[in-house]
């Protein structure tokens, strides 16, 4: 088996609700080798697993996720909307996602979802839990905020970060080591295999988003990334078994 990291998109999101324990566990039980997925904070501090600022697509619930409590946060399903199967699956907590990769070789990708809004002390709560689970040799932060980024480096120097971005970025790891980020999470049509070579010589990894198709696959993979995203670690894992 090809060493590239399989990470499960907010878990096997493509089979169940996405950033919910049942979408961890099913990434796992699929093959993934890594875990992706979202942070975002409530108004009281809790570290919520969850893509959008809303509850809106998600869950029962509505309305932007930092106005909420951590207690009305846990009272909304998440997982309905996707299929009746999953009616009552609850939306998770980092700590529970930590608590489930503990004693694992599985590889944790943390977004920060600070972009859109800016949550004061969230990078140094999420870098508190890691400590507190002994994981910070295996988590990378991820965030197409760059600041925050940079920020998380200088207080956990020891811990990955992988900056986030679409199509356009010259030369981007020069850009990455100017703040010494570990890895370029590019979207997918924008890695080439000279950039996937050039990179590695300056010792920064390529983990490319959201890749799906397996051809694609297949192609990421001869050009030597280190790890792939992907809504079905299945299929990832079937070809890196090769």
């Not at 796992?28 to 959008?52: N, P, R």
């Not at 600070?114 to 002390?121: I, K, L, M």
């Amino acid at each position: 088996m090809r060493n590239i990291v399989n990470f499960a998109h907010r878990g096997a999101s493509a089979v169940c609700p996405e950033n919910t324990m049942a979408a961890f566990r099913k990434g796992l039980e699929l093959g993934a080798t890594g875990i992706e997925t979202d942070v975002q904070m409530t108004k009281d501090g809790g570290l919520v697993l969850i893509h959008d600022e809303t509850l809106n697509r998600t869950t029962s619930g509505s309305g932007y996720v930092k106005d909420k409590t951590l207690a009305e946060i846990l009272e909304v399903d998440a997982g309905s909307w996707f299929s009746p199967e999953f009616k009552g699956e609850k939306l998770p907590l980092l700590e529970d996602l930590l608590d489930l990769l503990r004693g694992r070789d599985t590889v944790l990708n943390i977004e920060f979802k600070n972009g859109t809004f800016f949550y004061p002390g969230m990078e140094e709560k999420v870098i508190a839990a890691v400590r507190e689970f002994k994981m910070s040799d295996r988590v990378i932060f991820s965030s197409f905020n760059h600041y925050s980024l940079a920020h998380s480096k200088t207080i956990a120097p020891e811990i990955k970060t992988g900056i986030l971005y679409g199509v356009g970025l010259y030369r981007p790891w020069d850009y990455a080591a100017t703040f010494g980020a570990n890895a370029l999470h590019a979207y997918h049509q924008a890695v080439l295999p000279e950039f996937v070579e050039e990179a590695a010589k300056h010792s920064i990894a390529y983990h490319p988003w959201t890749v799906n198709d397996p051809e694609r696959m297949k192609a990421l993979i001869e050009a030597g990334v280190s790890g792939i995203i992907t809504d079905h670690p299945d299929v990832l894992a079937g070809l890196l078994a090769k």
